[in-house]
T-cell receptor, first 115, second 112 residues
Framework: DTGVSQDPRHKITKRGQNVTFRCDPISEHNRLYWYRQTLGQGPEFLTYFQNEAQLEKSRLLSDRFSAERPKGSFSTLEIQRTEQGDSAMYLC?????????????FGSGTRLTVV | TQLLEQSPQFLSIQEGENLTVYCNSSSVFSSLQWYRQEPGEGPVLLVTVVTGGEVKKLKRLTFQFGDARKDSSLHITAAQPGDTGLYLCAGENGTNAGKSTFGDGTTLTVKP
């Protein structure tokens, strides 16, 4: 296993366009998390899944943000009608169930720039 | 209100010096993690502390969890340029069970 993979690493998009990011967690990890990080800040929690169930999505920044994990493996994060304020690093992490309090394995992130 | 306050925000030192960075909260945490992040990459887990008063050592890094499980410190001995990075603390507690809350980090620069 090569760890948590995120694709793409970088995305530049025009304001108003939709973007989708993919995350492949460590295969034996059933919890998957999405965080957002802006310059000078720590990661900010967005949403997380246990298998295919989305356990919390209240922190998704607006109704333009949505996430899925249809088969309990990879996950996608979609941002519709992007705005310049969406420019950030989007981080995915995974952990085994019941061991999330031991910490996460993060991917390298997707850097989004909205122009 | 930031749940986890990290200090200092920035720290620049010479190679060979010792340093301590802090992570403080008014809340009790069931566990607390320290991560190191390099520019353009995701955070990498260094250690998890779970018991009040716990001390863990990882080579030149010493991590301590406060007795009341509200604060933590990271001490680096004889810092090296390779220690340069953003040091983040994170934790879970009753108000955010199941997911970690992060501080804003300490940016450490070690000059050769």
């Amino acid at each position: 296993d090569t760890g948590v993979s995120q694709d793409p690493r970088h995305k530049i998009t025009k304001r108003g366009q939709n973007v989708t990011f993919r995350c492949d967690p460590i295969s034996e990890h059933n919890r998957l998390y999405w965080y957002r990080q802006t310059l000078g800040q720590g990661p900010e929690f967005l949403t997380y899944f246990q298998n295919e169930a989305q356990l919390e999505k209240s922190r998704l920044l607006s109704d333009r943000f949505s996430a899925e994990r249809p088969k309990g493996s990879f996950s996608t994060l979609e941002i519709q009608r992007t705005e310049q304020g969406d420019s950030a690093m989007y981080l995915c992490a995974s952990s085994p169930r019941g061991a999330s309090w031991f910490g996460y394995t993060f991917g390298s992130g997707t850097r989004l720039t909205v122009v | 209100t930031q749940l986890l306050e990290q200090s200092p925000q920035f720290l620049s030192i010479q190679e060979g010096e010792n340093l301590t960075v802090y992570c403080n909260s008014s809340s009790v945490f069931s566990s607390l993690q320290w991560y190191r992040q390099e520019p353009g990459e995701g955070p990498v887990l260094l250690v998890t502390v779970v018991t009040g008063g716990e001390v863990k050592k990882l080579k030149r890094l010493t991590f301590q969890f406060g007795d009341a499980r509200k604060d933590s410190s990271l001490h680096i001995t004889a810092a090296q340029p390779g220690d340069t990075g953003l040091y983040l603390c994170a934790g879970e507690n009753g108000t955010n069970a199941g997911k970690s809350t992060f501080g804003d980090g300490t940016t450490l620069t070690v000059k050769p």
